[in-house]
Protein backbone atom coordinates (compact mmCIF):
# COMPACT_ATOMS: atom_id res chain seq x y z
CA UNK A 1 0.00 0.00 0.00
CA UNK A 2 1.28 3.27 -0.62
CA UNK A 3 2.29 5.42 2.39
CA UNK A 4 0.44 8.36 1.42
CA UNK A 5 -2.88 6.47 1.74
CA UNK A 6 -1.88 4.14 4.75
CA UNK A 7 -0.82 7.43 6.48
CA UNK A 8 -4.26 8.86 5.61
CA UNK A 9 -5.80 5.69 7.02
CA UNK A 10 -4.03 5.64 10.02
CA UNK A 11 -4.88 9.11 11.10
CA UNK A 12 -8.43 7.90 10.37
CA UNK A 13 -8.36 4.87 12.21
CA UNK A 14 -6.97 7.16 15.61
CA UNK A 15 -9.84 9.27 14.97
CA UNK A 16 -12.33 6.40 15.03
CA UNK A 17 -10.75 3.77 17.78
CA UNK A 18 -11.19 0.29 17.73
CA UNK A 19 -14.80 0.32 18.45
CA UNK A 20 -16.19 2.42 15.43
CA UNK A 21 -13.58 0.89 13.21
CA UNK A 22 -14.46 -2.65 13.90
CA UNK A 23 -18.21 -2.10 14.03
CA UNK A 24 -17.65 -0.35 11.00
CA UNK A 25 -15.69 -3.02 9.17
CA UNK A 26 -18.54 -5.72 10.41
CA UNK A 27 -21.38 -3.08 8.34
CA UNK A 28 -18.73 -3.17 5.54
CA UNK A 29 -18.27 -6.82 5.48
CA UNK A 30 -22.08 -7.04 5.73
CA UNK A 31 -22.35 -4.77 2.05
CA UNK A 32 -19.95 -6.52 0.19
CA UNK A 33 -21.82 -10.29 1.06
CA UNK A 34 -25.26 -8.02 -0.16
CA UNK A 35 -23.14 -6.72 -3.37
CA UNK A 36 -21.92 -10.42 -3.79
CA UNK A 37 -25.22 -11.81 -3.75
CA UNK A 38 -26.81 -9.64 -6.09
CA UNK A 39 -24.13 -10.16 -8.60
CA UNK A 40 -24.82 -14.17 -8.14
CA UNK A 41 -28.50 -13.33 -8.62
CA UNK A 42 -27.85 -11.56 -11.57
CA UNK A 43 -25.39 -13.62 -13.13
CA UNK A 44 -27.88 -16.83 -12.56
CA UNK A 45 -31.04 -15.14 -14.31
CA UNK A 46 -29.33 -12.59 -16.55
CA UNK A 47 -30.31 -15.03 -19.72
CA UNK A 48 -34.05 -15.08 -18.81
CA UNK A 49 -34.77 -11.52 -17.52
CA UNK A 50 -33.06 -9.02 -18.98
CA UNK A 51 -32.53 -7.65 -22.50
CA UNK A 52 -29.46 -7.91 -24.16
CA UNK A 53 -29.10 -3.85 -24.04
CA UNK A 54 -29.04 -3.74 -20.28
CA UNK A 55 -26.75 -6.56 -19.73
CA UNK A 56 -23.63 -4.68 -19.98
CA UNK A 57 -24.59 -1.84 -18.24
CA UNK A 58 -25.99 -4.16 -15.35
CA UNK A 59 -22.89 -5.83 -15.61
CA UNK A 60 -20.93 -3.14 -14.97
CA UNK A 61 -23.15 -1.48 -12.00
CA UNK A 62 -22.94 -4.43 -10.09
CA UNK A 63 -19.18 -5.02 -10.46
CA UNK A 64 -18.59 -1.45 -9.78
CA UNK A 65 -20.72 -2.00 -6.73
CA UNK A 66 -18.76 -4.97 -5.23
CA UNK A 67 -15.72 -3.14 -6.48
CA UNK A 68 -16.50 -0.26 -4.16
CA UNK A 69 -17.99 -2.38 -1.05
CA UNK A 70 -14.35 -4.58 -1.30
CA UNK A 71 -12.08 -1.22 -1.03
CA UNK A 72 -14.57 -0.45 2.10
CA UNK A 73 -13.66 -3.18 3.78
CA UNK A 74 -9.69 -2.90 3.45
CA UNK A 75 -9.81 0.30 4.08
CA UNK A 76 -11.92 -1.37 7.90
CA UNK A 77 -9.32 -4.44 7.89
CA UNK A 78 -6.20 -1.58 7.66
CA UNK A 79 -7.73 0.29 9.94
CA UNK A 80 -8.00 -2.64 12.44
CA UNK A 81 -4.94 -4.39 12.11
CA UNK A 82 -3.48 -0.41 12.90
CA UNK A 83 -5.01 0.13 15.88
CA UNK A 84 -4.31 -3.69 17.00
CA UNK A 85 -0.57 -3.02 15.73
CA UNK A 86 -0.85 -6.38 13.75
CA UNK A 87 1.92 -6.35 11.23
CA UNK A 88 1.28 -7.65 7.59
CA UNK A 89 4.25 -10.06 7.66
CA UNK A 90 2.26 -11.41 10.63
CA UNK A 91 -0.87 -11.66 8.22
CA UNK A 92 1.29 -12.42 5.04
CA UNK A 93 2.91 -15.90 6.79
CA UNK A 94 -0.80 -17.01 7.81
CA UNK A 95 -1.98 -16.77 4.53
CA UNK A 96 0.73 -18.77 3.20
CA UNK A 97 0.45 -21.32 6.08
CA UNK A 98 -3.40 -21.29 4.82
CA UNK A 99 -2.61 -21.83 0.84
CA UNK A 100 -0.17 -24.70 1.95
CA UNK A 101 -2.94 -26.10 3.98
CA UNK A 102 -4.99 -25.68 1.06
CA UNK A 103 -3.28 -27.30 -1.36
CA UNK A 104 -1.74 -30.63 0.98
CA UNK A 105 -5.74 -30.87 1.31
CA UNK A 106 -6.52 -30.32 -2.26
CA UNK A 107 -4.28 -33.59 -3.31
CA UNK A 108 -6.54 -35.76 -0.93
Known amino acids: MKKDIAFELHKIAIEQGFEYSSRQCIEEMSELIQALNKLWRYQRTCDEDFPDSDVEKIENTLLTNVAEE ?39
Not at 75 to 103: A, F, G
Open 70 to 108: IADVLITIENIKYLLSIPDSKITDIMKYKIDRYNRNKLR
